[in-house]
Nanobody, 121 residues
Framework: QVQLVESGGGLVQAGDSLRLFCAAS????????MGWLRQAPGKEREFVAA????????WYVDSVKGRFTISRDNAKNTVYLQMNGLKPEDTAVYYC??????????????WGQGTQVTVSS
């Protein structure tokens, strides 16, 4: 099992930037596929981005492509989500997850507690 702790959320205005952090422990971080998902009020949790443990390949949901960047630092057991050009529709609780990337997408296994991101217009 992997323990994940997110941080970095907050209240910002449209067009601003935020960087989310996810610290992992409990397993060899460098061999984990990692991802970010989010859940807005009244909506289902949705995939945002993922990064593979092999070669650091990345995937994004279309709505954040060109604005968000997922990255990882294996030496620090940390995965990041840089969010630029934030929009009110990005408002959600953002969850870090470890899991597997396969042809069907990112399948999370372990979750963090989430961090709130609120974007005002």
């Amino acid at each position: 099992q992997v323990q994940l702790v997110e941080s970095g959320g907050g209240l910002v205005q449209a067009g601003d930037s935020l960087r989310l952090f996810c610290a992992a422990s409990g397993r060899t971080f460098s061999s984990l596929d990692m991802g970010w998902l989010r859940q807005a009020p009244g909506k289902e949790r949705e995939f945002v981005a993922a990064i593979s443990w092999i070669a650091g390949r990345t995937w994004y949901v279309d709505s954040v492509k060109g604005r968000f960047t997922i990255s990882r630092d294996n030496a620090k057991n940390t995965v990041y989500l840089q969010m630029n050009g934030l929009k009110p529709e990005d408002t959600a609780v953002y969850y870090c997850a470890s899991g597997q990337i396969n042809p069907g997408g990112f399948r999370p296994n372990d979750w963090g507690q989430g961090t709130q991101v609120t974007v005002s217009s």
